[in-house]
């Protein structure tokens, strides 16, 4: 079975600094995607980033950034020029790529609260 | 478009009761998932259907069910409640088949059992 590991419980970042959250994973299987999901004090949670494991090139969506380290298992957040609502929990995600027989199972690291400060 | 939508927002149950949840995906998707949060944890996967039927199961006692409707909406149920039931129950939703299984998130149901 796969297992994701958030380290670090909270963060605290400045605004407009940069903050890299930790996220390593085990797993058996060699193609599968990671995600970093955002959840709100409101409770949705947001897709924020996504990468195929398969792909060397480290996937970026505007201020945030990953670091995927496939033979150390490690797929780390960077968030750039934080903001305040950027302020939330920050769970990282695991899927294999074998549908029929996982399906679309995620599963989660323990979450990391990042805290902005103005 | 609407997003994932789940109702009851709250409810509060006694030990031993029955509850139901349910979940009504984006419209144009297929496939619904279920997952429990604790608080202070991340999202644990109870079940998904895809096309009325389970693809998949976590590990969860049997008192948890689920069932997907012909329009793709869902019921979760969960019999004979314990307090380590008390949790975010969250529902997502996606097109199973996209590349990335992206899943959209609904607001959840916090359920409290007393």
């Known amino acids: 079975a796969q297992t994701v590991t958030q380290s670090q419980p909270e963060m605290s970042v400045q605004e407009a600094e940069t903050v890299t959250l930790s996220c390593t994973y085990d797993?058996?299987?060699?193609?599968?995607?990671l995600f970093w999901y955002k959840q709100p004090p409101s409770r949705q949670m947001i897709l924020v980033i996504r990468q195929e494991a398969y792909k060397q090139q480290n996937a970026t969506e505007n201020r945030f950034s990953v670091n995927f380290q496939k033979a150390a298992k490690s797929f780390s957040l960077k968030i750039s020029d934080s903001q305040l609502g950027d302020a939330a929990m920050y769970f990282c995600?695991?899927?294999?790529?074998?549908?029929?027989?996982?399906?679309?199972?995620?599963?989660f690291g323990g979450g990391t609260r990042v805290l902005v400060k103005p | 478009d609407a997003g994932v939508t789940q109702s009851p927002t709250h409810l509060i149950k006694t030990r031993g009761q029955q509850v139901t949840l349910r979940c009504s995906p984006i419209?144009?998707?297929?496939?619904v998932s279920w997952y429990q949060q604790v608080l202070g944890q991340g999202p644990q996967f109870i079940f998904q259907y895809y096309e009325k039927e389970e693809r998949g199961r976590g590990n969860f006692p049997d008192r948890f069910s689920a069932r997907q409707f012909p329009n793709y909406s869902s019921e979760l149920n969960v019999n004979a409640l314990l307090l380590g039931d008390s949790a975010l129950y969250l529902c997502a939703s996606s097109r199973l088949g996209t590349s990335f299984g992206e899943q959209y998130f609904g607001p959840g149901t916090r359920l409290t059992v007393t």
């Open positions: 797993t058996s299987e060699s193609d599968y995607y």
């Open positions: 995600a695991y899927r294999s790529a074998v549908t029929k027989a996982a399906g679309n199972k995620l599963t």
């Open positions: 419209s144009g998707h297929k496939s």
